[in-house]
């Protein structure tokens, strides 16, 4: 159920009018969900106007595709689902996704019982974002999205080998950063693991 918004008092109403094709309902779904939906597409494409174009093509989706949802689960989430793969259809279409460093290359054995690191949500962002497109990319969809790596796999188009050296060498390279913050005066420790923080920025 949706609390009162202009025109429409339950999300089946929204969605209707959505089936419908009424302009008014596209107006509400963007009001409602803009913002959420520019924070998915920053973690992707970390530039803030290619963010806003993603976005923008992925409403443009929705509207397009509004038949295809069945209802039996979260509007949100379908609309999210649908913004992510419009990342990645950037992220392919301008070339910025590639593979990195293979799994044997890595020298760093990451440490995953680190779980004191005295980081805030904005710290885990923007470490987050300093990673490249292949880390980031494939860190976002499992620590926030919740995919398999079988699925980001077949997403991706690349091994699952590949996406789970991926996320080793993404969270290789956040814990050397985050521990270079934690070395910085004036930090406490603060006991919830960094994956569990990152992911509550996502909601």
Not at 169 to 178: F, N, V, Y
Request: hydrophobic share 40%; proline share 2%.
């Amino acid at each position: 159920m949706l609390r009162l918004i202009p025109f429409f008092t339950t999300e089946s109403q929204m969605i209707a009018a959505l089936k419908r094709g009424e302009s008014r309902a596209h107006k509400v779904v963007y009001e409602r969900f803009a913002g959420k939906m520019l924070a998915v597409c920053v973690r992707y494409c970390a530039n803030r106007a290619d963010a806003e174009e993603v976005m923008l093509d992925g409403f443009m989706r929705v509207f397009e595709k509004i038949n295809q949802f069945r209802e039996d689960g979260s509007f949100e989430g379908w609309v999210r689902r649908i913004m992510v793969t419009e990342s990645l259809m950037f992220l392919r279409r301008t070339k910025q996704l590639r593979q990195e460093v293979p799994i044997e290359d890595i020298t760093v054995e990451p440490d995953y019982e680190w779980a004191d690191a005295a980081v805030n949500e904005n710290d885990l962002l923007r470490l987050v974002n300093q990673l490249s497109e292949g880390y980031r990319t494939v860190f976002n969809l499992y620590a926030v999205e919740g995919y398999s790596h079988a699925e980001i796999a077949e997403m991706l188009g690349i091994s699952e080998g590949t996406s789970k050296s991926q996320l080793s060498r993404a969270r290789t390279l956040l814990q050397m950063s985050l521990k270079k913050l934690e070395q910085e005066p004036g930090r406490r420790n603060q006991s919830e693991h960094y994956e569990k923080t990152y992911r509550k920025t996502a909601d």
